[in-house]
């Protein structure tokens, strides 16, 4: 059985400040772990994604998540937002591979809103 | 480029009308999904299919039947469309394995009225 949970439904930032977005998740097995992000009216596109090698795992666009077992915690961060980044943000935790790989569980999202 | 096109970006349909929705992908991906997004309720998987032929009920199902034909093309059908389920449908597709992330399609906003 696995979840995620995003812990804020909206963040808002003024552009320059860091961006924290935080998401846990609850797995009976060892999870592979994503951030996505989806701009209005588009698809989802892969930020970044944990894969067991390191714990601190960077993406696209200066973004950066840390993987904490101890804590089931998968927090995206960024050290300075920009007007680009407004968007929507999902966590989501998959099981291992194979026929059970369509079986990912997607948190409810985070919508990022920059103010200028 | 990985390419997961879905055949329309907005469609209206009546109630009681069968509708297709049809994606493809050209990255010869085993895993093909279909998803619905409703705000505060994220993304729910509705179908998915790991081959041709193939096909696994999602979270969601009671409603839409899913076809598979070839490896490139997963289609979502609405038997008889009614209102709730006017929603946005993504679909997406990943190879098998372990740490395969999914490629998304840019979704297509249906409208039962």
Redesign the interface.
């Known amino acids: 059985a696995q979840s995620v949970t995003q812990l804020d439904s909206h963040v808002s930032v003024s552009e320059g400040t860091p961006v924290l977005l935080r998401c846990n998740y609850s797995s009976s097995y060892s999870p592979s772990l994503f951030w996505y992000v989806q701009h209005p009216n588009k698809g989802l596109q892969l930020l970044l994604k944990y894969t067991s090698a390191a714990t601190l795992v960077k993406g696209i666009n200066g973004f950066e998540a840390e993987f904490k077992k101890s804590e089931t915690s998968f927090h995206l961060t960024k050290p300075s937002a920009h007007m680009s980044d407004a968007a929507e943000y999902f966590c989501v935790v998959s099981p291992p591979g194979g026929s059970n790989a369509g079986k990912s569980t997607f948190g409810d999202g985070t919508t990022l809103t920059v103010k200028p | 480029d990985v390419k997961?096109t879905q055949s329309s970006r907005y469609l209206v349909k009546r109630t009681g009308e069968k509708v297709f929705l049809e994606c493809v992908q050209d990255m010869d991906h085993e895993?093909m999904?279909w998803?619905r997004q409703d705000p505060?309720?994220?993304?729910?998987?509705i179908y998915?299919s790991?081959d041709v032929k193939m096909k696994?009920k999602?979270d969601i199902p009671e409603g839409y039947s899913v076809s598979r034909e070839k490896k490139e093309r997963f289609s979502l059908i609405l038997e008889s469309a009614s209102t709730n389920q006017t929603s946005m449908y993504?679909c997406?597709s990943?190879f098998?394995?372990?740490?395969?992330?999914?490629?998304?399609?840019?979704?297509t906003?249906l409208t039962v009225v």
């Open positions: 997961v895993n999904f998803y505060g309720l994220g993304l729910r998987l998915f790991y696994e999602g993504l997406a990943n098998g394995g372990r740490n395969t992330e999914a490629f998304f399609g840019q979704g906003r």
